[in-house]
């Protein structure tokens, strides 16, 4: 496990570097104003960090969007070469060369937060200090230990009360709802039931991991709210009715089914009645000429 750690820790040495004298710099920078901002610190990071990231987030939307739009000619594809699997993903590769779609876009600002939150987690352990078996590891900066605030005083520990744990599902389930309400049904679910496995994974981690994680659901909440109704996320007005008649069977803009259609003409009054009245009258008269 160790040994483990020690090669994350060499890898992502740049990045702990980097983030580490940032996290330094928001420190010396409010320790003037606030006493002791450890955890103030590691929000106002953490905030750059996804400001920075912001733009990845946009492009992360574009290309969700792109795919839905190809998933009507993806379905069509499935079904004219169904059980030639080479042939499906040929004529995708295809579809997504002329359409300049590419289906990995979506992952990029995953792909770019994950070695963040490596980082952080070293930084913080390196800040902090810990221990290793039977050996401890001072802390780079004594005032880590007492730099939280409210209930979480020691940044370098994991919240006595687990309140930490369960705000990072709450706020990362409220980030994740507004995206889920743009994709399949199916997927859907899968993105709600993501807090709960990170959230178990994440369970003992040190509080001032908990707090840059809390802090980057929070402005991932604003950026989805932001992007998915004044953004590139924002669907087109008249879509979801759109989607209502089409699930109806009705081409948007019909309120009534047209005559003829489906080879037969619409029904405009009670045919059935009239049938027996014509029969009725058809009796009279011929009692009528047997009474003659």
């Known amino acids: 496990m160790n040994a483990i750690t020690n090669f994350f820790s060499n890898l992502f040495g740049p990045v702990v570097n980097v983030l580490g004298q940032v996290l330094l710099f928001f420190y010396n920078t409010l320790d003037p104003v606030l006493a002791n901002p450890w955890w103030l610190s590691i929000a106002a990071l953490t905030v750059v960090v996804r400001t920075l990231l912001f733009p990845l987030t946009i492009k992360q939307v574009k290309s969700m969007r792109a795919m839905q739009d190809l998933k009507p000619d ?8 169904q059980g030639n699997r080479p042939k499906q993903q040929e004529e995708t590769m295809k579809l997504y060369q002329e359409r300049g779609v590419n289906p990995l ?26 221990k290793v078996g039977d050996r ?7 005032s880590f230990h007492d730099g939280g605030i409210l209930w979480f005083q020691n940044l370098s520990q994991a919240d006595p009360y687990h309140i930490l744990p369960i705000l990072s599902a709450v706020t990362m389930l409220a980030a994740t709802e507004i995206t889920a309400k743009n994709i399949d049904p199916q997927q859907r679910w899968i993105m709600r039931l993501l807090p709960i496995g ?3 994974f994440l369970w003992s981690f040190p509080a001032g991991l908990f707090v840059y994680w809390i802090t980057s659901n929070l402005v991932t909440l604003v950026q989805n709210y932001v992007i998915y109704h004044h953004g590139p996320g924002k669907k087109p007005s008249g879509a979801d009715s759109s989607i209502a008649e089409t699930k109806k069977g009705t081409p948007v803009g019909e309120s009534d089914p047209l005559p003829g259609r489906n080879g037969s003409e619409q029904q405009t009054g009670p045919q059935p009645e009239d049938a027996e009245s014509r029969a009725a009258k058809v009796a009279k008269r011929k009692r009528r000429k047997k009474k003659k």
């Open 74 to 81: 993806m379905d069509r594809i499935r079904n004219q070469y």
């Open 105 to 130: 876009g979506g992952c990029l600002p995953v792909l770019v937060q994950m070695p963040v939150f490596i980082g952080m987690f070293y930084v913080i352990r390196q800040f902090g200090g810990y």
């Open 136 to 142: 401890v590891v001072p802390p780079q900066y004594d």
């Open 198 to 200: 990170v959230t178990v």
